[in-house]
């Protein structure tokens, strides 16, 4: 516990300098930029606002939690986005005190480093028995060059409770061999009746959070989890042990349990507007096979040399260092020398002997040339090679992957020995390097694709789509991204513990974990960024917590007390984001909103008041259909003499003027 603590603090302070300046303006900055990082205060106030009123007795705020105020009248508007309750639970005291989003995110923010760090930690400690290799690794996981290229994606930087989840099982695992064979007591310890699973319920417990602090992961690193679970039974030999089955059976029925009631209002919305998302919008949103040879542009060294190929949610090079180090974890993994069921001699020693082994090396050298050959036709798509009396052509990339999965099986069939080196290397990390491929296969999406052009490969994540419920509502397969690298970080985790075994071996793994800080992150952080928005004035490149927000929203609290409030301009995501956030000065229901879907009616209505005082009429209807009884006009965003005109174009055809303050306006509109 005591070097655990040494890490979390190590792992603090290289998050406050990685993240410098934000540590400055904890109360004030917004951590990267001002887009969807206010769309995830307002969610995480919201979640606060509920967990506030049940905590004073309003349960019937459990009826109406996923009914937040934007986007009204439209019902269930929460769940057209994540609700990042596990976030929320964690900020609420925060909040609780302070009433100041900025605050509570931006801790929330820097916690996923440090948290992140300190689970990858723990993980590969204890599979390593290395403390130096868990601190690298924590290291490779919490600072993973795809953590800055989402920096405004509290949800998608939420993976820390990734390596607790499998903690806790391998320390469960652990557990049980130890008390393997001892049902009556004995020297290795108490009965196996009395197995402790406390780190089981830990597991689930982490599990929990890490489904309810992101919907994507719920999705994409549940069957890694199960997948674990299965490996550990496996590598153990526990699958007749009916004590862990049931075990595991309890913990996944409470993990549903606790999960479950989160997502009924997404199904909810599913069937009442069919919000499903298109084959072509996540092809879209898919890894291209040269998004990992495309680093984020913040990135100082590689963020100018590796842009192979940019595209929306594609910037997912992993780094230099955490691609050698997992090398050097594959590769340099300790044969123990034990027997096994293989091979009862000591060390490997059963092999094939004559006509027999040159079969297999025959055999090992095909497969190793059709493994070759598909990679190279991923990264090329297609390979003709004239030999004069014969041309090679390779295209269908699948079927190269079956004629190397047939040759291998083959070795194994045929030699012993290989049977008995696969089987330890399986047994020791041969999950995370299977989990390392799945998550790189997955992401690629659908229709997997180099260089914008489809691949002759089959998509896994095509089935997930079609039959698995929820993959066809989420967008963007390149985020199991954050999967590849939690399973490099665990494979750098065995390379540094290799390394470490070396001559001057912990100093080049120290040196190693430097240079990888220096190439993923980048000093200094950005903060309060703001992409000047095209047709309008650029708004302050900053906000405000609720108590010193601007007066105009304390006069909307005061004035439109009942009401339903349209601030304009409309259906701009710069302005809408700041309705959002600004409401929680006042808890008005709005017509504006911001999320990752939009209800029906929200295009016609930005349309119709895209330009108000060229058909004002229009617009009123509009408003008075939605249901706004208020109007907030921002004379300011508007170019030239538009927003002034705005205003008098509503209080012509009845609107009153409350209050003004400089150029905002509040107008309270004609019943």
């Avoid at 951590?31 to 606002?49: T, V």
């Avoid at 009914?67 to 769940?79: E, K, M, R, T, V």
């Avoid at 890894?287 to 495309?294: F, H, I, L, N, Q």
């Avoid at 974890?329 to 034990?338: H, S, T």
Wanted: glycine share 8%; net charge positive; with cysteine.
């Amino acid at each position: 516990m005591r070097r655990a603590s040494h890490a979390a603090a190590a792992y603090l302070v290289i998050t406050l300098v990685a993240t410098w300046p934000l540590a400055r303006g904890l109360g004030r900055d917004v951590a990267w930029d001002l887009g969807d990082s206010l769309l995830n205060m307002w969610i995480l106030a919201w979640d606060g606002e509920q967990l506030l009123a049940l905590l004073r007795g309003d349960f019937a705020r459990l009826r109406t939690f996923f009914d937040a105020n934007i986007f009204h009248p439209a019902p269930l508007s929460l769940a057209y986005s994540e609700h990042l309750v596990g976030q929320a639970v964690q900020a609420f005291p925060v909040y609780a005190v302070t009433g100041n989003p900025i605050l509570a995110y931006n801790l929330l923010f820097l916690s996923t480093f440090v948290l992140s760090g300190l689970g990858m930690y723990l993980l590969v400690r204890e599979l390593t028995g290395s403390p130096l290799a868990g601190f690298v690794a924590g290291l490779l996981f919490a600072f993973a060059p795809y953590r800055l290229a989402q920096s405004s994606h509290l949800q998608v930087l939420s993976s820390q409770w990734m390596p607790f989840v499998m903690y806790g099982m391998r320390r469960y695992f652990d557990e049980v061999e130890r008390h393997e064979g001892a049902g009556a007591g004995g020297p290795q310890g108490p009965p196996a009746r009395h197995r402790r699973v406390t780190p089981l319920l830990g597991a689930s417990a982490a599990l929990v959070a890490q489904g309810l602090s992101c919907g994507y992961y719920l999705l994409y690193f549940t069957p890694f989890a199960a997948a674990y679970a299965l490996w550990e039974i496996v590598r153990r030999r526990l699958w007749r042990d009916r004590r862990v089955w049931l075990h595991l059976g309890a913990a996944g029925v409470l993990t549903s349990a606790l999960t479950a009631p989160f997502l009924l209002p997404y199904a909810q919305v599913r069937l009442r507007f069919d919000m499903a998302r298109t084959v072509t919008e996540v092809a879209r949103f898919s890894a291209d096979v040269y998004s990992y040879a495309t680093a984020f542009q913040g990135q100082p060294i590689w963020g100018h040399l590796m842009r192979a190929f940019p595209k929306g949610e594609g910037e997912l090079f992993p780094g230099l260092v955490p691609v050698v180090l997992a090398l050097v974890g594959i590769v340099f993994f300790r044969l123990k020398p034990e027997a096994t069921a293989e091979s009862p001699q000591r060390g490997f020693r059963l092999q094939p002997e004559g006509r027999k082994r040159l079969l297999v090396l025959l055999l090992m050298a095909t497969a190793v040339a059709y493994a070759i050959l598909a990679i190279a036709t991923i990264v090329v798509r297609r390979i003709t090679i004239d030999f004069g009396l014969f041309e090679l052509r390779a295209s269908n990339i699948t079927q190269l992957l079956l004629r190397a999965a047939a040759g291998f099986s083959l070795v194994l069939l045929l030699s012993p020995m290989a049977r008995a080196r696969a089987a330890v290397f399986m047994r020791d990390r041969g999950f995370f390097v299977a989990g390392l491929v799945a998550a790189l296969w997955l992401s690629l999406g659908p229709s997997p694709q180099a260089l914008g052009r489809p691949l002759d490969l089959v998509a896994p994540y095509g089935a997930l789509y079609e039959y698995v419920p929820g993959f066809d509502g989420v967008r963007a397969p390149a985020r199991f991204a954050m999967v590849v690298a939690f399973m490099l970080a665990v494979l750098g985790g065995y390379g540094a513990a290799a390394l470490a075994r070396w001559k001057w071996g912990r100093v080049m793994v120290g040196a190693m974990a430097a240079a990888f800080l220096f190439e993923g992150t980048a000093v200094p952080f950005l903060v309060n960024g703001l992409t000047p928005p095209r047709g309008f004035n650029a708004p302050a490149a900053r906000i405000y917590r609720p108590a010193r927000a601007p007066a105009i929203y304390a006069e909307v609290a005061r004035q439109a007390a009942g009401g339903v409030l349209a601030e304009l301009p409309l259906g701009h995501p710069d302005f809408d984001l700041r309705a959002m956030y600004y409401s929680i000065v006042h808890w008005r229901p709005i017509l504006n909103g911001y999320s990752g879907f939009y209800p029906p009616h929200y295009g016609k209505l930005a349309f119709e008041l895209g330009e108000v005082p060229r058909h004002p009429e229009v617009s009123l209807r509009a408003l008075a259909a939605a249901g706004a009884t208020h109007v907030v006009v921002h004379e300011s965003a508007y170019l030239g003499s538009e927003g002034a005109e705005t205003s008098a174009a509503l209080r012509t055809l009845g609107a009153t003027e409350l209050y003004r303050e400089g150029t905002d306006v509040l107008l309270a509109l004609p019943h």
